[in-house]
């Protein structure tokens, strides 16, 4: 197991674009913005669309995925009312000593 208090960024690719799309649904891209802000994280819009479709953004810096905050991942998640772990769907053990 791994402690997120030492993560702080996630090599991000298609499979995981892939599931952030799937667990947005219905929601709006604008929608799911809007609830980060309110969550007090804002990630714009503009950003949640390079996240859902990563290799169309990461060619331009002669990668295959990006590199995303650990924060940006939690807060997509918190306003989707999903945990972590749906997003990393791989047995991966993750776990937080932090409420």
């Not at 649904?25 to 809007?34: G, I, N, V």
Request: hydrophobic residues 35%; proline residues 2%.
């Amino acid at each position: 197991m791994l402690d997120l208090k030492y993560i702080d960024k996630v090599k991000w690719d298609d499979n995981l674009g892939k599931r952030l799309q799937e667990l947005r649904r219905e929601t709006s891209r604008r929608a799911l913005a809007d609830k980060t802000t309110e969550l007090g994280h804002r990630v714009a819009h503009q950003y949640i669309q390079q996240l859902e479709q990563p290799s169309l953004f990461a060619h331009r810096l002669k990668r295959n995925h990006l590199t995303v905050s650990l924060d940006v991942v939690q807060v997509l998640c918190k306003a989707l009312g999903a945990d972590l772990t749906d997003i990393f769907t791989e047995s991966v053990k993750i776990f937080s000593e932090t409420p």
